[in-house]
């Protein structure tokens, strides 16, 4: 292979070495937003959270205050809000918070929530266990939910330097419009 590198005329070689590029800087441009979505989720960095399958088995005494926010994607005409604007619970201890959405038309409307926390140095310790924003939500004209969302602050935020003395975490709720799933969206050219 050597050999034949070695055997190509300079015009060849630059060609042969320009395409190599040119694919490994879409390749890198392909893989760039699942490594980083890869990354905040392992690390919490940029107030990505954390998810778990039960609660956390250890609850201290010290307590943090839990803020809720809540927005729509300009345009989208859901209503959004959460029920409670504060929580305050001790750090470990799993919180249930709900959030209200309304759909005020006559048009059946499918929506998925981004969220985030801040301080960013909360992410990596502030875990869901469930949460409405695993999935998109679809809402009939007029239909107004409550959508729960389960979680709690790890212990381990106390041994870390950065994290310890946050006293207040926001939980940051934005939807945006999604498409309608498939077998929904037949049902309702159908009506």
């Known amino acids: 292979m050597i050999n034949k590198w070695r055997n190509l005329n300079g015009t060849t070689r630059t060609a042969v070495g320009a395409v190599a590029v040119v694919l490994f800087m879409a390749g890198m441009g392909w893989a760039a937003v699942p ?28 307590t ?18 959460p029920v409670e604007r504060t929580m305050e619970l001790r750090i470990g201890e799993t919180g249930i918070a709900f959030y209200e959405a309304y759909n005020p038309t006559d048009e059946v409307i499918a929506g998925t929530a981004s969220y985030n926390v801040a301080p960013y140095s909360a992410g990596s310790y502030f875990i869901k266990i469930d949460c409405f924003c695993f999935t998109y939500q679809v809402l009939q004209p007029g239909e107004r939910v409550l959508m729960p969302v389960t979680f709690y602050v790890d212990p381990e935020v106390v041994d870390d330097v950065e994290a310890a003395s946050m006293h207040t975490i926001t939980l940051s709720y934005t939807f945006h419009p999604t498409d309608l799933p498939e077998q929904q969206a037949a049902m309702v050219e159908t009506n």
């Open 35 to 62: 490594l980083y979505d890869l990354f905040c989720r392992v690390t919490g960095y940029g107030g990505t959270t954390q998810t778990a399958g039960a609660g956390s088995e250890q609850i201290l005494d010290q």
């Open 64 to 81: 943090v205050r839990v803020r809720f926010d809540a927005s729509i994607e300009r345009g989208f005409a859901w209503e959004f809000k």
